[in-house]
């Protein structure tokens, strides 16, 4: 049964030899992306029952079955139908409302739940949800999963009493690659080497610090405007920066009053401000400073050298008399951050540093590719007087010294229609690793700001403090 799975998951072109970046930040010479299983309700099956096929061949015993969120839940429902077992599911973030539970469905204490999964790299997701169901005194001490990436998963889960099986693993999947000629033996023999090889998720392959806690990333910064934003996350107990895309100076204000306690920068589109005016920036500069956040301009520099000087500190807006940090496109090469080295410091000018635009969250955008981001990350670290970090989806570099600012963040929706993604809180801080949320509708377009801001708050620092610790 695996055998054929492992030809029709190739026939769909499922697995990617070349060289990636997984979720961890380490590096893999092939990408298998299952989550492509799914668009195939048949090759899905197949898995579903090839898992149910190991669950009864090891005689693995259960009383319930729980997939992996978010990936592995339509097998492990398609596991549940076939061998009628009851599932129950397990939330990534408790609901906001009514009865916070991280489990739902029926279950009693004391019973065993079997957890499915498709893909196992190192086990920690499978181990958080482990860890989630002994809290709940579920008896847990049993995985399955379709595809063992032999990366040290059954190891690492061995220790925590948890048993894997799976159904095929990498050396399968290349064993079929040899026989129908796309790899060599010695190139199979290279691969699993280097996926066996320990990675250390922190940094430590450019010699750099490994502790991404807030405090001790504040105590070592050199950087201005990092200094600045990591000393509001830590005293206001707030990662959250607002996008008030609003085009009146007077909603800006009136929003900018409410949010100031709950957020470390409030973010502006400049040139959407239909009355902008410089009592406005005044006014906003005194809330900024009662309330202790930044100010911070979206203006997505990209052009000139000499033009982008122009652009920051003349025309209509003067963005350097008033704002302490700006977004920097890195598409004109070195161009992109010589001009605004001059400004940091200089008298009249209030820019504290930038962040590089290293990947954008709108659908289909260009960003996604490798080589820009990795050129993009080059550009920072050769600048890191002003360069603070990065705008991006997941943590670009292994650099503790950057801050990693993520916009897309919704818990209510996934898209606005126009191109933009959102994902949540839990995603966005802990799976991927950025440090600040921007978020923007999800707050400015509801009828209880004030509680937005204060659930996105408490949400993100909550991610923020479960990921470091
Ligand atoms: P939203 O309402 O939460 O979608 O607002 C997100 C804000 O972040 C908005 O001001 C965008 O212009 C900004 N943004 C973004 O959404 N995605 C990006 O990649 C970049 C900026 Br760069």
């Not at 670009?396 to 209510?412: E, K, Q």
């Amino acid at each position: 049964m695996s055998a054929e799975l492992i030809a029709q998951l190739h026939q769909r072109g499922v697995f990617k030899l070349g060289e990636y970046v997984l979720k961890s930040g380490q590096k893999s010479p092939i990408y298998i992306d299952l989550r492509e299983l799914i668009t195939s309700i048949k090759i899905l099956r197949m898995a579903a029952l090839a898992l149910c096929d190991i669950i009864k061949k090891n005689n693995v015993q259960y009383d319930y079955i729980v997939g992996v969120p978010y990936a592995a839940l339509p097998i492990a429902t398609l596991v549940c139908d076939i061998l009628d077992a009851p599932m129950l599911l397990r939330r990534k973030e408790a609901k906001s409302y009514g009865t916070k539970k991280l489990i739902e469905g029926k279950f009693e204490a004391g019973k065993r739940a079997l957890i499915v999964e498709d893909v196992v790299t190192s086990g920690q997701s499978i181990y958080e949800t482990v860890e989630i169901l002994r809290k709940e005194g579920l008896v847990c001490t049993d995985v399955v999963s379709v595809l063992d990436r032999q990366q040290g998963g059954v190891d690492q889960l061995k220790k925590q009493d948890i048993n894997l099986i799976s159904v095929i693993t990498m050396s399968d999947i290349l064993d079929y690659m040899i026989s129908i000629n796309e790899i060599t033996a010695q190139r199979k023999t290279e691969i699993i080497d280097q996926l066996a090889t320990p990675f250390i998720a922190t940094g430590a392959e450019n010699g750099i610090p490994t502790d991404w806690r807030i405090q001790s990333r504040y105590e070592t910064t050199q950087n201005a405007l990092n200094r600045r934003i990591m000393e509001i996350i830590l005293k206001k107990e707030t990662n959250l920066c607002l996008a008030a895309d609003y085009t009146s100076t007077e909603e800006i204000l009136k929003i900018a009053d409410l949010a100031g306690p709950h957020i470390c920068a409030l973010k502006l589109h400049a040139d959407i401000i239909k009355d902008f005016s410089p009592s406005f920036v005044k006014t906003l500069a005194t809330l900024a400073e009662s309330n202790d956040f930044v100010v911070f301009e979206d203006r997505k520099f990209a052009d000139t050298g000499k033009t982008m000087e122009l652009q920051i500190s003349e025309g209509a807006h003067t963005i350097s008399s008033w704002a302490q940090m700006v977004t920097v496109h890195s598409t004109p090469g070195a161009a992109s951050i010589k001009p605004f080295k001059q400004f940091v410091g200089k008298e009249g000018s209030k820019l504290l540093g930038c962040l590089l635009i290293a990947e954008l969250s709108t659908e289909g955008t260009l960003t996604k590719d490798d080589n820009y981001k990795k050129g993009t990350v080059k550009m920072a670290q050769d600048n890191k007087d002003v360069v603070a970090g990065f705008i991006c989806q997941k943590r670009v570099a292994s650099d503790p010294t950057f801050l990693y600012w993520t916009p897309g963040v919704n818990l209510d929706a996934s898209t606005d229609g126009s191109g933009q993604q959102w994902r949540t809180i839990h995603q966005a801080i802990v799976e991927e690793k950025n440090d600040v949320i921007i978020v923007g509708r999800a707050i400015t377009g509801h009828a209880d700001p004030v509680a937005q801001l204060k659930r996105y708050k408490e949400a993100g620092m909550e991610a923020l403090v479960a990921r470091d610790n």
